[in-house]
């Protein structure tokens, strides 16, 4: 026994990294399988429906015409996150001659918050791909976190397998097109699932740094900072992590939100100035429901005389709106914890009560993942085949849906 006692010894710390991978890719190893293959599926699908039309070609440049199909995952909020990653920002406020509509300044690059650009850049710089490769390896790299993002939440409640059934409702949601393109969607949902996590399981400086990333990210990180702050609150309360990592969180979560927006107001010589640049150049501006609810009576009825339709893809977003509502007291039916809830109310919230592109809010609903916990924790049930099944048919119609519709019938 003597005699070996200092093999084991020996031999413990050359293996416990080969356990931890293997431990790692049986833990994550089919999350990270189910959801590259239905994205996959959907991708070739979306492709394939843009190839054999050829629409592609016949658009503006700049918001989708190409030699090759898949340009168009390089359009539209794309082609400006390309623009940043390239030449960086110059904010300002500049009319467009003689306007007189909603229209009235001309777009600039600081309306898109600066963390994806960024990093399209330093992933540039280290692998020599150009701003469309850097940008899509970034947000196919950041789709594959927040799936595990949103297995690892949904796990807590439901298990492995609505784990599993979660990260694959996001691969095939409406919307989800986006997820591998130039887009900052995947980013996003990458870190407010991992903040929410790090919430649940009370890592309050890790929930405090993903938060902050999060605001130099998207404006509706506005959303992430008020649940984490109320979850904060409510530990304080409780005095269960002590004071210091709950009031450090909630003081480093606003900054990157709040700190990009005193950027951009200081260099437009005026505080407010993304806001102004929001409504002027986007017609992008919070009116309490006023849009969302004149599309909701219009296109059920065959309307489509509001602001900037998009008929096909309006009538899904039409659809998204409605699921959403209707899985949203089937969330709360579940008791999740406060930051879900928080986080989930407000994001609907922001999104419905803009005005704004409506065939855009399939995709601004993508965050929005604690409303797949219901559906996640039924689909438990199924068999693991069956589940495959179902979710890998979904993932051939999103090439449709998430993608076509999105692209090139409306704007993701």
């Known amino acids: 026994m003597t005699a070996t006692l200092p093999r084991i010894r020996a031999a413990a710390p050359g293996s416990a990294p080969g356990a931890r991978l293997r431990a790692a890719a049986r833990r994550h190893g089919p999350v990270l399988a189910l959801f590259g293959t239905l994205k996959l599926a959907g991708f070739c699908s979306f492709m394939y429906l ?95 976190a927040a799936a595990l993002g949103i297995h690892a939440v949904a796990q807590r409640f439901g298990g492995r397998r609505a784990g599993l059934a979660a990260a694959g409702l996001w691969a095939v949601w409406p919307g989800s097109g986006v997820e591998w393109a130039v887009y900052s969607d995947s980013l996003y949902v990458a870190l407010a699932a991992w903040a929410a996590y790090a919430v649940l399981t009370r890592r309050w400086l890790t929930a405090g740094v993903l938060t902050f990333a999060a605001g130099l990210n998207r404006p509706t990180a506005v959303a992430l900072i008020a649940a984490l702050g109320v979850a904060a609150l409510f530990s304080l309360r409780r005095r269960e992590d002590g004071v210091l990592r709950p009031v450090l969180a909630i003081a480093m979560a606003p900054l990157g939100l709040f700190g990009y927006l005193l950027w951009v107001g200081d260099r437009m010589g005026d505080l407010g100035g993304y806001f102004k640049l929001q409504s002027g150049a986007w017609a992008h501006s919070f009116d309490y429901g006023k849009q969302t609810w004149d599309v909701l009576t219009s296109v059920p009825v065959g309307k489509f005389d509001y602001l900037f339709a998009f008929p096909f893809a309006d009538v899904i977003s039409v659809g998204v709106i409605l699921l959403a509502c209707a899985l949203l007291p089937l969330l ?58 179902v979710l890998s048919i979904a993932a051939l119609a999103s090439g449709s849906y998430a993608g076509y519709a999105l692209f090139e019938l409306g704007v993701p």
């Open 332 to 389: 709360l039916r579940l008791r999740p914890p406060a930051v879900l809830v928080v986080y989930t109310v407000l994001t609907l919230a922001l999104v419905l009560g803009s005005q704004q592109i409506v065939a855009n809010i399939s995709r601004y609903l993508l965050p929005c993942f604690p409303l797949f916990l219901p559906l996640a924790a039924a689909m438990r049930r199924l068999s693991l085949p069956v589940l495959c099944t």
């Open 50 to 144: 843009l190839s054999s039309t050829g629409d592609h070609r016949t658009r503006d440049p700049r918001f989708g015409g190409g030699t090759h199909a898949w340009d168009v995952l390089a359009t539209w909020d794309g082609w400006w996150y390309q623009q940043i990653a390239l030449h960086g920002y110059d904010p300002k406020l500049v009319p467009v001659p003689g306007a007189t509509g909603l229209i009235t300044l001309e777009g600039n690059s600081a309306a898109f918050f600066p963390l994806y650009p960024a990093l399209m850049r330093l992933t540039s710089a280290v692998t020599g791909l150009g701003s469309y490769g850097a940008g899509l390896l970034v947000a196919i790299a950041a789709s594959f």
